[in-house]
T-cell receptor, first 117, second 110 residues
Framework: GAGVSQSPSNKVTEKGKDVELRCDPI?????LYWYRQSLGQGLEFLIY????????KSGLPSDRFSAERTGGSVSTLTIQRTQQEDSAVYLC???????????????FGPGTRLTVL | QKEVEQNSGPLSVPEGAIASLNCTYS??????FFWYRQYSGKSPELIMS????GDKEDGRFTAQLNKASQYVSLLIRDSQPSDSATYLC??????????FGPGTRLSVLP
């Protein structure tokens, strides 16, 4: 079965440009997470979706960051007016977790490496 | 704010030895505990999950959970150089703010 996929795998952009990062979760997974990992650092939580809703957006670093999920499946993370400090690997994970219960075993995609020049 | 703490390492063990990785957490309401392995330049890979106090074994890996003391550990028996990676502890409270620890870097020396 297919795992979590992310595109593009690499993205180089110029400061001030907007970028869109895409995540395709494992089929049937209801929960979807976005994380950011800077070089040599730990995972930084960005946002969590349950279906198409985002109960927790607390990790988004600024209003330049937004995310949406449609059809309970694909999610897009958009960064507007990119800055050099946005350079990192952006990771997506999905799980079967539902608010009514269940275990939150998250499976990660390969990530998108974003470089802002 | 929930916290998950791990020794950053590096933890160096000789090949064939037991590697012991530890994680402590602050939220007593935490219900689910996970260990992920992350090779350099790769994304995290789930290797163990544990939900009840005690030990859970899977091959060379054993996860140990003690909710009263708020720690979870991972033992790797017969460590191999291919086990060299960063190990991330993660905790969850019914989906309320899934939190990763900073990770422990393990180096298994041939």
């Amino acid at each position: 079965g297919a795992g979590v996929s992310q595109s593009p795998s690499n993205k180089v952009t110029e400061k001030g440009k907007d970028v869109e990062l895409r995540c395709d979760p494992i089929s049937g997974h209801t929960a979807l997470y976005w994380y950011r990992q800077s070089l040599g650092q730990g995972l930084e939580f960005l946002i969590y979706f349950q279906g198409n809703s985002a109960p927790d957006k607390s990790g988004l670093p600024s209003d330049r960051f937004s995310a949406e999920r449609t059809g309970g499946s694909v999610s897009t993370l958009t960064i507007q007016r990119t800055q050099q400090e946005d350079s990192a690997v952006y990771l997506c994970a999905s799980s079967f977790f539902q608010l009514a219960g269940g275990y939150n075993e998250q499976f990660f995609g390969p990530g998108t490496r974003l470089t802002v020049l | 704010q929930k916290e998950v703490e791990q020794n950053s390492g590096p933890l160096s063990v000789p090949e064939g030895a037991i590697a012991s990785l530890n994680c402590t957490y602050s939220d007593r309401g935490s219900q689910s505990f996970f260990w992920y392995r992350q090779y350099s330049g790769k994304s995290p890979e789930l290797i163990m999950s544990i939900y009840s106090n005690g030990d859970k074994e899977d091959g060379r890996f054993t996860a140990q959970l003690n909710k009263a003391s708020q720690y979870v550990s991972l033992l790797i028996r017969d460590s191999q150089p291919s086990d060299s990676a960063t190990y991330l502890c993660a905790i969850d409270n019914y989906g309320q703010n899934f939190v990763f620890g900073p990770g422990t870097r393990l180096s298994v020396l041939p």
